[in-house]
C-alpha cells in the first residue's frame, strides 16, 4: 500500500481528463472474490450496469490488484453497494487506509459460492466473469450477473472528485 502525501484529485490537477473523471461520481461499490483459502476484493466506483437477457456489470479495476488475480482464477465475484457506516472499509479494500489484521478482519463477511459477500450489505449482485480487456491503465471486464439482491438505500456512499458524500451532502 502506498499513501501519498497529496490527494490523487486534488485541484488544480493540470491533467484535465483526470479532473473530469473525478467530476463524475457515482455509488462506491465492493467487489470480492475467493473463498477462506484465498480471499481479495477491491473498491470500485467505476462501473456501470447493461441490461439485457443476461443483465452484465461492466467495471474498471487495477490489474494490479489482487482483486483481479482471484478472478480470473475462480470466474466468480460478489459486488456489494457500500453505505455511509462503510467508508473506513471502502479506504482499506482501496489500500488508501490501514487494515490491521487484515481486510477481511474489517468487517464481518458471509462465505458464498461467488465469493464473501459483506454481511451488512443490502444490496448486492453475485456474478461470473464473461470476458476482461485492457482499456488505458485499467482492465475492463464483462460480469454476467447471475443473481441480485437490491435492499433499502437510505445512505448510500457516493464518491465524487476524491472525497465520500452522502446523498444530498
Known amino acids: 500500500m502506498t499513501i501519498h502525501s497529496g490527494h490523487p484529485f486534488a485541484d488544480p490537477d493540470p491533467d484535465p481528463v483526470r479532473r473530469l473523471r473525478g467530476r463524475l461520481g457515482g455509488a462506491v461499490t465492493l467487489?470480492?472474490?475467493?473463498?477462506?483459502?484465498?480471499?481479495?476484493g477491491l473498491t470500485v466506483t467505476s462501473l456501470l450496469v447493461a441490461m439485457g437477457p443476461e443483465p452484465r456489470l461492466l467495471a474498471l479495476l487495477d490489474p494490479d490488484s489482487d482483486l483481479v488475480d482471484v478472478l480470473r482464477d475462480t470466474g466468480r465475484a460478489v459486488v456489494q453497494l457500500l453505505s455511509w457506516p462503510d467508508r473506513q472499509l471502502a479506504e482499506?479494500?482501496?489500500?488508501?487506509?490501514?487494515?490491521?489484521?487484515?481486510?477481511?478482519?474489517?468487517?464481518?463477511?458471509?462465505?458464498?459460492?461467488?465469493?464473501?459477500?459483506?454481511?451488512s450489505a443490502g444490496s448486492w449482485a453475485d456474478v461470473r466473469l464473461e470476458s476482461e480487456r485492457e482499456v488505458?491503465?485499467?482492465?475492463?471486464?464483462?460480469?454476467?450477473v447471475e443473481h441480485a439482491v437490491v435492499g433499502e438505500d437510505d445512505d448510500p456512499l457516493l464518491h465524487r472528485r476524491g472525497r465520500f458524500h452522502r446523498l444530498g451532502s
Open 92 to 119: 482499506a479494500f482501496a489500500g488508501t487506509a490501514p487494515a490491521p489484521g487484515g481486510l477481511f478482519r474489517q468487517a464481518e463477511f458471509v462465505d458464498t459460492p461467488h465469493g464473501p459477500r459483506l454481511a
Open 136 to 144: 488505458g491503465w485499467s482492465v475492463e471486464v464483462a460480469a454476467v
Open 31 to 40: 467487489w470480492t472474490a475467493g473463498d477462506a483459502g484465498e480471499r481479495a
